[in-house]
DNA sequence: CAGATGACTTGAGCATAATGGG
DNA sequence: CCCATTATGCTCAAGTCATCTG
């Protein structure tokens, strides 16, 4: 599916991207390759491993592998059997056979010497005298100069990560079964290099040659190796302020906005699904009113070595729990899951009877284990979408919900009496937030936050005592001033009380801001949900500097909307 | 047509830089 | 101006979905 994107008037570069035409994604690019990690540097003599008590001195490659471990000796998970026991399996692959013969438990090994000296080193690293430290960051510039960029069709472009990703243990999130198995040093014989033909082919490092070298201009990536531990590519692409990327990004809203248009049929098509006489079809109805109600993703099948976690089409019986009442609501769904990344999704969502008939029978004699949902995937559901709107998938759901939510939240709490309207940008991440909260977006509540919370609270409350003294001065001016109430000394007071209660209502609208972001991030939404437009539109309309809502990395991603939405732009 | 592969988006957490209050 | 707090950028894992393959 391609669309042709043109905005009338709007002129510029970002008419431009028509060239898609059969997948072509550039015609020329030509960059530096990727950079490479430092090669490993042995401890001193002095920092020793021990092993049953005594040192032993490893061979470089050994002793990298230990130094990954020892680097990791705070962390928790150092402490689980699954990490230590793929560590201590894949460690002992690097090692030689005398080495091996030594070292067969774990237990034995003494890593606290060399832990202690990164730590040191991360100390004497942070000691720095601040002329140490402008060099270092200077010999970062040249490099980011360097590697940072390329060359794609004749437009200087950042690239989004141009280093390879360094050795180390492998930690993914949640349980997983991988976790501290070594992710090994990636060599330019391993990388892919793609850019155009008739360009200066990068270098590899000295000594080294590319695995290989390809001009294939239907992919949009720089470079790619497979990783070890699941055998995945990873690659190098461009960075979200490219003017490829932006063309997508801008894509993708506009499909979320044609759904607006048939989501209403599609809405009835799926209600009416919850009656057929297929189960596949009721499955199907089922499934996707989930998708649309509660902006739950996809839910791919995925491999037995990777953690546990679920989206929709993938929900097993145990996921939900059914009530007829709940807290004095009929027909309650109890969802608890953990969803990507090993995020908790908790819920309890009163559904249509029709629905909650549907599920008991979906799990009728099935074992906890088994999928709810067994009769569809997210093949056949993507399928039935497309069918539905072209590029429609189930992912469209959550960019489309969550960006007509903004729109509506913003619409609210900008108009009328409300008390946001005063603060217009604790107004919008208030909208923000309605949305962070509908996609599950949640991050650890920060460290600082009981302590950060306290000094705010104090700081209303001294806010408040001055509130009271300035009201009790006034009205003790005014006694003192009964004959002459248009003193100007009155109506000075007059004001104080009333800045005051200003910014009383500030520090309490922040309190409420900061609690209510306790465990929410809107940073994902933000980047990935919400069609900037939205946003660009309503700062235009109520006068906020679009500063105020993106920062320099994110007004750069939205280039594209920033340069075409005017204030009557609506989702 | 199921399963594998490939390309690309989405995601939380962490290190570092920037900021602002004492 | 300095230190602590917050904001930003970076990292890399983990999703989605289209296409390939046998």
């Known amino acids: 599916m391609m669309l042709l994107l043109t905005l009338p008037g709007s002129g510029g570069v970002w008419e431009e991207g028509k060239h898609a035409e059969n997948g072509q994604k550039w015609r020329s690019l030509e960059h530096k390759g990727p950079l490479f990690p430092p090669e490993y540097e042995p401890l001193p003599s002095s920092v020793s491993f021990l092993y049953n008590g005594t040192p032993v001195i490893l061979r470089p490659a ?3 592998v230990a130094t990954f471990y020892a680097k990791m000796l705070d962390h928790e998970f150092t402490t689980k059997e699954v990490f230590q026991n793929n560590f201590f399996t894949d460690w002992k692959e690097v090692m030689t056979e005398t080495e091996r013969q030594l070292i067969s438990d774990l237990s034995q090994c003494d890593f606290s010497n060399i832990h202690k000296y990164f730590v040191e080193k991360t100390e004497e690293k942070r000691n720095m005298t601040k002329e140490e430290k402008q060099v270092l960051k200077e010999e970062a510039n040249k490099l980011t100069e ?3 960029y390329c060359l794609l069709d004749g437009h200087r472009e950042k690239i989004g990560n141009f280093r390879v990703e360094p050795p180390g243990l492998f930690r993914g999130r949640g349980e997983h079964p991988k976790m501290g198995k070594l992710k090994k040093r990636v060599q330019p014989e391993d990388v892919i290099i793609n850019c155009s033909k008739d360009v200066k082919i990068p270098e590899p490092p000295p000594g080294h040659r590319w695995k290989k070298v390809q001009h294939d201009n239907t992919v949009t990536w720089l470079a ?3 990783e070890n531990i699941h055998g995945h590519i990873k690659y190098i692409m461009l960075n979200p302020s490219s003017k490829l990327k932006g063309e997508k990004d801008w894509q993708k809203y506009e499909t979320a906005r044609k759904l607006k248009l048939s989501v209403d049929s599609i809405r009835s098509e799926y209600q009416s699904a919850w009656t057929s006489c297929e189960m596949k079809q009721r499955q199907y109805g089922v499934a996707l009113y ?6 739950l993703r996809a839910g791919n099948e995925k491999d037995d070595d990777t953690a546990d976690t679920v989206g929709c089409c993938s929900l097993r019986v145990e ?9 004095s609501l009929d027909y309650v769904v109890e969802f608890d899951f953990l969803g990507k990344d090993s995020i908790r999704y908790y819920n309890k969502v009163p559904v249509e009877k029709q629905v909650y008939k549907n599920l008991k029978l979906f799990m009728n004699s099935k074992n906890p284990d088994d999928d709810l949902f067994d009769r569809i995937s997210t093949t056949y559901l993507n399928k039935k979408l497309n069918e539905a709107m072209p590029g429609l998938t189930a992912k469209v759901f959550r960019t489309f919900n969550a960006s007509t939510t903004l729109q509506e939240q913003l619409n609210q709490l900008t108009t009328g009496q409300c008390t946001w309207v005063s603060w217009p940008i604790l107004a919008y991440n208030r909208a923000n937030r309605a949305v ?3 996609c599950n977006h949640q991050r650890a509540a920060p460290k600082t936050f009981e302590k950060s919370m306290q000094l705010l609270q104090e700081k209303i409350k001294k806010k408040q005592e001055e509130v009271e003294k300035a009201k009790k001065e006034l009205k003790q001016a005014k006694k003192e001033h009964k004959q002459l109430p248009s003193e100007v000394l009155v109506q000075k007071m007059e004001k104080t009380v009333k800045r005051l209660l200003e910014q009383l209502k500030k520090l309490q609208l922040l309190e409420t801001d900061r609690n209510e972001n306790k465990v929410i991030a809107l940073g994902t939404s ?5 069609d900037p437009r939205i946003s660009v539109a309503w700062c235009k309309k109520n006068n906020v500097p679009v500063e105020k809502i993106y920062n320099k990395t994110q007004r750069a ?6 340069d075409m939405a005017d204030e009557n732009f609506q989702f």
């Open 62 to 64: 050994t002793e990298e």
């Open 146 to 148: 360097e590697y940072g």
């Open 224 to 226: 790619s190796w497979v």
């Open 290 to 295: 989930f998708i649309d109600k509660l902006a």
């Open 319 to 327: 996921h939900i729990n059914l009530h007829r009442h709940l807290d």
């Open 436 to 438: 962070a909260i509908l």
């Open 526 to 530: 933000k980047l990935n949900y919400l």
């Open 557 to 562: 991603k939205f280039a594209w909307a920033i």
